[in-house]
Each structure stands twice: as C-alpha cells, then as structure tokens.
C-alpha cells in the first residue's frame, strides 16, 4: 500500500497525515483558482501577475527570521498550527474582503505568510515521524497524503464551479475551512516534545550545496507557478473548471506516484533523483515554449495539459532536498533553521525573477519566459552533480552496491 498500514500507526503519524490532507485541500483550492481569480475579479494582465509575486513571496525572503523568532516561544508543531490560522485568515479575507488591489496584496501577504511557514516545519516533522534510512518513503507518503487532499478540495471546486460558476467566495471559504481543520490536527501533535528545540539561525558553508538547490528550485517554482497557468488561462481562455481538473489528474497521478518516489529517493540517492529531475525539467519548458508551433489546436493545448500534469508530479521530487539536508547537518536541531534559510536564499533570487519575467513576456513573448527556465534548469543539472553525502548516510542502494563515487570525499572524523 503507498499509505503502508494506517491501522497499526501511531497516533501522532495518523494525525500529521490528517493535518495534511485538510492543509493539501486548502492549498490546492487556492493554487487552482488564483490565476481564475485575478484575471476574472481583478482583471490582471501577464505583467501585473508578474508584479503580484514581489508581494507574494516577500514573506519566504523573512522566514529564516520569522522562524527564528517563532523557535524561541514554540515547536514546529506549533508553528504548524499558527501557519494554518494565517492561512484561513488569508483564503476568508480573499473571498470577502479584497474588493480592490491593496487589500487583495494584505491578504494573499498573509496567506503566503502561512503558506512559507508550513514549508520551513512540514519537512522536519515528517523526519522526525520516519525511520532510520526512510525517510524519503515517508515524506513521500506525506506527499501522497496532500495530493489526496488536492484531489478532495478540487473536486469539490471542480464540482461547485459547475454547479453555481466561479464563485469565489465560496471557493475560499471552503479553503479557510480547510486550513483551520490542519491547524486542529497540528495542535494535537507530540511528536519532537522530548527533543531538544532547534536553533534559531544556522548558516555553514558545508551546507552551500543545499542553499544553491533551494535558490533553483525558487527560480522554476516561480516561474512555473506564475506563468505555467497563465499560458493556459491568458493564451488559451482555459475556465478555471478545467485548471481544477488538472489539479485533479496532478493530483490523483500524484496519491500514487509521490510515496514511489520517495521510494525512489531513498534507493537512488537525492544526486541521481534530483539530476534526473532538472533534465525532464528542460523537457516541460520546451514543451511550454514550442507546443503551439509543433502542434495545430487542440493537441497543442492537450500538450500543454500533460507538461503541467507532468511539472506537478515533479514538484514531488523536492522532499530531495530535505533528505539531503538530513544527511549532511552536523545536528539534527539544523534542520529547522537550515530549511528556512534555504526558503530566504531561494527568495531573494526567485523574487524579482516574475516580473522580469512579465517584462519578457510583453515585450518579447511569452515562450522566451520559459526558455530562460530551461536554461535555469540547465544550471540546475550541473549543481546537483555536485551532491555528495557521507558514506555511512548514503543511499540503500549506493550501499549495497558499494557505490564510492557520489560519496562525501572528506567525511568528518
């Protein structure tokens, strides 16, 4: 089973993967209808959607702060719990009280305040729910679990968006429900209360590696994030019923396919997986620039419909990093805080990058966005060849086959 036996897992594990679920519904209810929303109420253009992601992901430039601040009066469970409360704070505040554009920027800052919050936790309480030498199997479950509660939150758009149209309101009442049932779930967790906090602020060259990876993992969420949806809803006048059902094939692809990849990860080692990962990445963005003129309508939009499917489920591979990180921290009490100046670095890059990208949108055309993605993804490739891990910490795979190449040519003693 990709979930493994929920029956006879402990209570805090059954509790992380319901908080998930309910955080995986909220969070694919906002990510499937924002591009709808700002071009249908709003009546945002590609430069101005640019522009939005300054604001958007200004809070990720602060987290390593708002991390360390938060370490010093609580856990990440904790922290969890407070990110899914400003997360329904956002999600209402959009659907009822963003008439115009300065309290729509107020409330997508304070959804992506929670929004960037769970990122900098999830992964660490993930690890300390996993056994020795699994951890990419169990984040990967985790993976599974939130695409399990896309596929609900959705199906649920997907079904109201017929029934009664783009009702946005109701859309992002239902996600800020969502988000306050994952913050009850959160608030139960015990996991990690034994263990010592983590610290505050943590940056070691050792770890620059890991701070490259998150910074190119930014530049392509950012674009792909931005403008992956926009060619299809600006280009192509694709409704937002039909963005919901890609969020639905991503997401019911990605029940299955994220647990094998963590599998994968763990047997494979995060240099093969996230290498692999860049190159099928250059293969999305030529898709993205070049299927209108290799295709005549409709297959080069139902082309377009498999290269986000497909970017979707790669985003899955990411978990690579936190692994990674697992490996090579000297204290696992790092963890925390280097996942979160892994976010700053990864903003202070990817932040400007959308509206240069809106810029090249309008001035030369919106495949030249993607091109420059390619190329990023290109770079992408070369750093992560340079992953290397202690041996004792390698990968199963590397171990049974007494793999030495990939290995960490100065361990510590």
């Excluded at 976010?343 to 919106?366: E, K, N, Q, R």
Aim: proline share 4%; glycine share 10%.
């Amino acid at each position: 089973m990709a979930f493994g036996s929920l029956r006879s897992a402990s209570p805090d594990l059954k509790r992380a993967l319901g908080a998930t679920i309910f955080f995986g519904a909220a969070s694919g209810i906002f990510l499937a209808t924002l591009n709808n929303y700002l071009a249908e109420v709003h009546h945002f253009g590609a430069e101005a959607r640019g522009w939005l992601e300054f604001p958007r992901e200004l809070p990720g430039f602060f987290i390593m702060l708002v991390v360390g601040g938060l370490l010093t009066v609580m856990r990440e469970t904790r922290m969890a719990a407070v990110a899914m409360v400003l997360t329904a704070v956002g999600a209402f505040g959009l659907g009822f009280l963003a008439p115009s554009t300065v309290p729509l920027v107020v409330f997508i800052l304070i959804w992506s305040l929670g929004d960037h919050i769970i990122f900098a936790v999830e992964g660490p309480i993930g690890l300390q729910l996993a056994r020795g030498g699994q951890e990419g199997k169990r984040l990967g479950q985790f993976g599974g679990a939130r695409n399990l509660g896309t596929i609900l939150g959705v199906g649920a758009i997907f079904w109201l968006a017929q029934v009664v149209g783009d009702r946005f309101d109701l859309f992002y009442a239902l996600a800020a429900c969502s988000a306050l049932a994952a913050g009850i779930f959160y608030l139960k967790l015990t996991v990690g209360q034994a263990e010592p906090r983590s610290r505050r602020l943590v940056f070691k060259k050792k770890y620059g590696v890991f701070y490259a990876i998150s910074a190119l993992f930014g530049v392509r969420k950012q674009i792909f994030l931005a403008f992956g949806v926009w060619v299809l809803v600006e280009n192509h006048g694709v409704p937002v019923a039909t963005i919901a059902l890609l969020y639905f094939i991503a997401a019911t692809i990605g029940v299955i396919v994220r647990p094998l990849l963590g599998d994968v990860i763990d047997w494979l080692g995060e240099r093969v997986v996230l290498s692999v990962d860049e190159l099928l990445l250059l293969g999305v963005c030529l898709t993205y620039a070049f299927a209108s003129d290799l295709f005549a309508a409709p297959w080069d939009l139902y082309a377009l419909y498999s290269a986000y499917v497909f970017d979707s489920v790669l985003f899955a591979l990411r978990v690579a990093r936190t692994t990674y990180l697992k490996k090579i921290v000297d204290d696992p009490s790092e963890i925390t805080p280097t996942i979160s100046m892994g976010i700053t670095i990864d903003h202070a890059v990817a932040m400007t990058l959308p509206i240069l990208s809106g810029w090249i949108w309008v001035t030369y055309g919106f495949r030249w966005v993607f091109l420059l993605a390619g190329a990023i993804a290109v770079v992408g490739f070369f750093v992560c060849l340079q992953i290397r891990v202690p041996a004792e910490r390698g990968s199963r795979g590397e171990r049974e086959r007494g793999d030495n190449a990939i290995r960490d040519p100065h361990p510590k003693t």
